[in-house]
């Protein structure tokens, strides 16, 4: 099955993401800077008023601000109102999720043009709480009820990766090389240290010198999370926002002459608890996901010049690459080892930092991907900018794989 | 803008909405309950695997049971993965805006078979917890955070609309008599006495006898909760799911030869603070939402000869019976004081009891409507059964007007 009609991107802005900056903002006031950064972005202008339909990606505001009924209150910060307005919930592939019935509500006929953004603002919570939080995710009756977490599932993950492939934890410290790396290049990112700098700082402190990122990660200032997953394994907690513009094929060019096209879409579910899965190595439904989308955009995995995966976890870009279909079963790890996935190499992989260095408000993480995209195939991405590319997909995990939204973007 | 294919009801079911009765259960189990229920309806069978994708209308298990990431959950629970699962919240008109999703993904060439279902599990916390958890629904910065919560913000509007129509609480007395009328009819209500019955059993601990319905509304056994609203004025605590299956018109017939056609949908948005609007006595939303549906069916509000509108308190029903065009402004209230909106009334409104008798957990009620719509328009209602209704509406608001849902239904 196919969209009726086909749907562009053809503005998209974000906030940059960070743990302190927005401090003393309301997801509310990140969403419309989004949104206003998305609107800005477009060639031949834009009224927030021409959207026929806003869509709001986020995990749990009520959780984190006290605040629900969120579509409702960002369509009245907006100024959109009587615009229809749908939050959606798919844990952090909330927004992922978003994009895909933004364009399916595109496709339908009920709308021309849509507004899909996302935002959390987690900041106002302390670690323990926002980890508290995001376990909402995970299952209450069989998995937080008896104390698992979200570093511990995904640690669960790498150790059984590492046993059935026979690698080690020195693959995942290179996707967090690679993605510090690229963190710097993006002043939209959390993060803006690559590991030799962050060594030196944190080395500084206790009089030590590192020889080289590796020496830095495999040191106690780097400490265990959840074995095997150490501090730098994981992202961050983040405040943040994004939202892209939608257009019908029949208006994108009323917007841009180079509006970007989602050539392809999926989305997929699996059994939320962890222990319910043959195989912790791959989640089924990105790969299920991704088989939808590669299909209905008629391509295959070679044909993608630029990914933006969902490394919530180290562990996760190296399983998502796979499961992908850009790398063999158990070679993750090492593409990223060998630098193909570096923003040179031959499958550039989160030239943006990624969640792990750009930073995850996870109901913003979909939406800020294929603002990635929008970016990276209309050559705007600046530093970061990755050479010649045509054809990008992104890929967007709730919880540890339960549910999974997939997009290819096509340069129009 | 109108749906590009047509879109059917072929099969709905619900749990009893209770109290109490489902202390034990989580929410996950009452939706399975409700979606083997709405399976169990359709004429010539259906399996859940039939669904391309599923819709969980949910406001907010975060908080009421401590779990989220809902549509996941569930897709696991009917045992339908990999099927695409969202959850859309939009306060209390949840599972009505999953309703207009559930069909706009039909109409989009994305899926010919949908289950939309809603959920909501609130026993688990005491009364002031669940007060305080449906605030998340109001402005947490303009209004929860003052004090305000939904009792208080509909008493405004009661006040409002008296003052301005010069009209008495004794109208909101008659649709709490008829809405307890109507769910000693209805097996699936929380309520299962009138007010006569709940007169005399409340009558008797204290040794008093009440002459009549309306002397008991009025005596201190009905306290006031926010003036002018008495307890009676408000709708319950509730647990409970609803589900149904949507069809595309191609496949429809494959399921059932009485198939309830969705004619119109309408979805609008509103300010979320009450302090915003000019006018506390009518939603802007649902005249919106309703003017859409209305021209998308190409029908009036004369052609609708059953509708279940939003009566979280007993103001809200008459101002929705205005709103939807069925009576001229602050005639609401007085068409209920006359019987037109009986169950053998010119236009029954809440058949099946209403929120108010019926119960309204909150991320059910929209779905739930579609439920009393399919069977009303199949003549299987029961003993709450209209005679001879061809065209129904529902109308599901969410916080006190911030988001509308209204979907107009018509017998295949």
Redesign the interface.
């Known amino acids: 099955?196919?969209?009726?009609r086909g749907v562009s991107i053809v503005g998209a802005g974000m906030t940059r993401f960070h743990n302190k900056l927005h401090i003393d903002k309301?997801g509310?006031e990140l969403f419309v800077e989004a949104a206003l950064d998305a609107a800005g972005s477009v060639d031949k202008g834009f009224s927030f008023k021409d959207a026929?339909a806003?869509f709001v990606g986020n995990?749990?505001s009520?959780?984190f601000?006290?605040?629900?009924?969120?579509?409702?209150?960002m369509?009245?910060w907006l100024g959109?109102?009587?615009?229809?307005?749908?939050?959606?919930?798919?844990?952090c592939a909330s927004s992922g999720?978003a994009l895909?019935?933004g364009a399916?509500?595109i496709?339908?006929?009920?709308?021309?043009v849509v507004i899909v953004g996302g935002v959390e603002k987690m900041s106002r919570l302390t670690t323990d709480q926002v980890t508290d939080a995001l376990a909402?995710?995970?299952?209450?009756?069989f998995e937080?009820s008896v104390g698992f977490t979200f570093p511990s599932i995904y640690a669960a993950m790498a150790s059984s990766y590492f046993k059935k492939y026979n690698t080690t934890w020195d693959q995942l410290a290179a996707i967090t090389i690679k993605n510090h790396r690229n963190c710097i290049l993006n002043p939209k990112a959390q993060f803006q240290l690559d590991i030799i700098a962050t060594g030196k700082k944190m080395g500084e402190k206790s009089g030590r010198i590192f020889k080289n990122e590796m020496e830095f990660l495999r040191s106690d200032l780097n400490p265990v999370i959840a074995s095997p997953l150490k501090l730098f394994d994981c992202c961050p907690v983040s405040d943040g926002a994004a939202a892209v513009i939608l257009a019908s094929d029949k208006v994108a060019r009323k917007y841009t002459d180079t509006p970007v096209k989602m050539i392809g879409m999926g989305?997929?579910?699996?059994?939320?608890?962890l222990h319910?899965r043959p195989d912790f190595t791959t989640l089924?439904?990105a790969v299920?996901?991704s088989e939808d989308a590669y299909k209905m955009a008629g391509v295959t995995p070679k044909s993608i010049q630029v990914a933006d995966v969902h490394d919530c976890f180290t562990i996760a870009e190296a399983i998502a690459t796979e499961d992908l279909g850009f790398f063999p079963k158990g070679q993750g790890g090492k593409a990223a080892e060998e630098g193909k996935t570096a923003l040179n190499g031959e499958l550039p992989i989160n030239p943006d930092g990624g969640l792990k260095a750009k930073g995850h408000p996870v109901g913003a993480t979909g939406v800020a991907m294929a603002h990635e995209m929008f970016k990276q195939l209309r050559r705007q991405a600046g530093q970061h900018q990755v050479n010649g590319a045509e054809v990008g997909l992104i890929h967007n995990v709730?919880?540890a794989g339960?549910?999974v939204a997939v997009q290819i973007y096509r340069r129009g």
């Open positions: 099955m196919g969209l009726h309301t509310r026929n806003l995990f749990t009520d959780v601000e006290g605040q629900g009924h969120t579509a409702a209150v369509a009245d959109i109102n009587p615009t229809p307005a749908y939050r959606i919930e798919d844990a999720a895909n019935l399916i509500t496709a339908s006929g009920m709308a021309d909402l995710a995970a299952d209450s009756s937080t989305q997929a579910s699996d059994t939320i608890a319910s089924r439904a299920k996901a709730g919880a339960a549910s």
